[in-house]
């Protein structure tokens, strides 16, 4: 017998076991481990909100992690993100998904009877006009206008026949005039700085023009108004 058959066997040094130790950790954990975090939520139209969340503990791919990666949410599974976008340092998964809870808030405010239409082609119709309050931030206010239904003295109509947009423009006109007729007849020098402030801030309104509201505008037959034929019913 040989000296190499009566050598005895080494011991495994203990890096060699921590190594064995942390690869059958490794390979004992599930192969996948990434997670949702925390979904932010906001509407983005009157039916339709948009969800979105880092995806955490990535292994491999991000693109690839995150377009199989699905969510749950409100209630209804959806087995992969409808977007996957690279931004401020992190892989993001965006769900577009329909809901109704972005439309519980619009509401028409009350209905301004603004008289007859005096234009031929309009001859016979009332003018009606409301405020559409409740829209969600950052969601188009013409387009939730055109898509908002209304009731009115027993007519259903599926949207208002107009939308109207106003904005603070007209009114900082009238605010920077009479500021500037009231300084011209006081003389007391801070009076005059106040006044001169007004129409300084007045006229950077005038020129920015912010949106104040949105109104729906609906005509409806009036035999007041010299309507003539059958009351018809507008839907």
């Known amino acids: 017998m040989t000296r190499s058959q009566h050598r005895p066997r080494r011991a495994l040094r203990p890096v060699a076991v921590a190594a064995l130790a942390v690869f ?31 995806l955490w503990n ?12 699905g969510a749950r949410i409100e209630g209804r599974w959806y087995p992969r993100p409808t977007r996957c976008v690279k931004k401020r340092g992190h892989m993001w998964g965006q769900f577009y998904v329909r809901s109704a809870t972005c439309r519980a808030n619009l509401r028409w405010g009350s209905w301004k009877n603004n008289g007859c239409m005096l234009e031929p082609k309009l001859r016979g119709l009332r003018s009606y006009s409301s405020v559409l309050w409740g ?16 009731r009115l003295l027993g007519h259903r109509l599926a949207r208002p026949h107009v939308c109207v ?4 423009g007209d009114a900082a006109k009238v605010t920077r005039k ?11 020098p801070r009076a005059k700085l106040v006044l001169g402030t007004i129409r300084l801030t007045a006229r950077i309104v005038e020129g920015i023009k912010p949106a104040l509201n949105i109104w729906g505008i609906v005509y409806v037959p009036d035999r ?3 309507w003539t034929q059958a009351l018809p019913r507008l839907r």
């Open 24 to 54: 059958g950790l490794i390979a004992a954990q599930p192969a996948s481990a990434d997670n949702w975090g925390r979904f932010s939520r906001r509407c983005v139209d009157i039916d339709r909100a948009l969800y979105e969340a880092v």
């Open 58 to 69: 990535i292994r491999g791919s991000w693109e690839r992690a995150c377009a199989r990666k």
């Open 135 to 150: 829209i969600p931030p950052g969601v188009s206010w013409e387009r939730t206008c055109a898509r908002t239904p209304v």
């Open 165 to 168: 947009k106003t904005d603070l």
């Open 178 to 188: 009479a500021a500037k007729y009231v300084s011209r007849r006081v003389k007391d």
């Open 224 to 226: 007041s108004c010299g």
